[in-house]
């Protein structure tokens, strides 16, 4: 099976390649290219490879601009640094979407949903299946993965972009709107996600909402001591300048949360 990588950083496209191979053997690069305006050319002047490694932030913009100069009728395994595209990732033609530096568990994970989806697609078309719907396909490969959480989250320090870690986080919360999180060392950052989301996003092993306004890891809960209204009031390490009450409502889950 052919494969086209789509990246702009010959450091990447050495340790992706590199990575194939030792996942699949089988699968044999018939192409690099490292913009918008090559890959287009490069897809209109060649077979349709079966499976397009594409990093998102290219030298001359987005990748998502080839959707829309050429028809892609390959499968797409997107590959960036930043996780903020993974919800218009999967509006184009990809099954995956592969945060660097790219693991060899996940590029795994992610080459099986590939053959999985190839396989069944190879037998509809045996079949001559008129109902045969790849969108539709593609949604019951995606439910059929389990949910992944997010793993870092990308933060402005200064003049510079830092990405941290989700286990370097202590908790989340909110402050006149605005949403921060604070990291084990004490450290607070902004960042562009409103606690429904982060809940959403993060994963509840982890993570726990206690209130409209607080999400904690087990490890920041310091003390819980009982609080009016049946409630429980936390005391949280590193130190949290308001207030950290579970909602009555949230009490029940809460405890069997920090059971586990």
Do not use: C
Not at 4 to 33: F, H, M, N, S, Y
């Amino acid at each position: 099976m052919n494969v086209l990588i789509v990246e702009d950083e010959d450091l990447a496209v050495r340790k992706l390649r590199k990575l194939v191979q030792e996942v699949d053997p089988t699968l044999e690069v018939a192409g690099i290219t490292a913009s918008i305006e090559d890959t287009v050319a490069w897809l209109k002047n060649n077979p349709a490879p079966d499976l397009i490694f594409m990093d998102i932030e290219l030298a001359d913009g987005q990748s998502f601009e080839i959707f829309e100069q050429v028809e892609v009728n390959s499968t797409v395994i997107f590959t960036t640094s930043y996780d903020e595209y993974a919800l218009q990732a999967f509006k184009v033609n990809s099954i995956d979407y592969l945060l660097k530096p790219i693991q060899k568990d996940d590029l795994q994970r992610s080459l099986k949903k590939f053959r999985d989806l190839k396989v069944r697609r190879d037998e509809a078309s045996a079949q001559a299946n008129p109902a045969f719907n790849l969108d539709k396909l593609l949604r019951e490969l995606q439910l059929q993965q389990p949910k992944e959480y997010r793993r870092r989250f990308l933060v402005r320090l200064g003049q510079r972009l830092l990405s941290v870690e989700v286990q370097d986080i202590a908790f989340f919360f909110t402050d006149e709107r605005f949403s921060f999180f604070k990291t084990w060392n004490n450290q607070k950052y902004l960042i562009d996600y409103t606690l429904d989301e982060l809940e959403d996003a993060l994963d509840p092993g982890m993570f726990f909402r206690i209130n409209r306004g607080v999400i904690v890891t087990h490890s920041t809960v310091e003390q819980i001591q009982p609080y009016f209204g049946n409630r429980l009031s936390l005391t949280l390490k590193p130190v949290f300048e308001k207030e950290a009450i579970v909602s009555r409502e949230k009490v029940s889950d809460f405890k069997v949360w920090m059971g586990k």
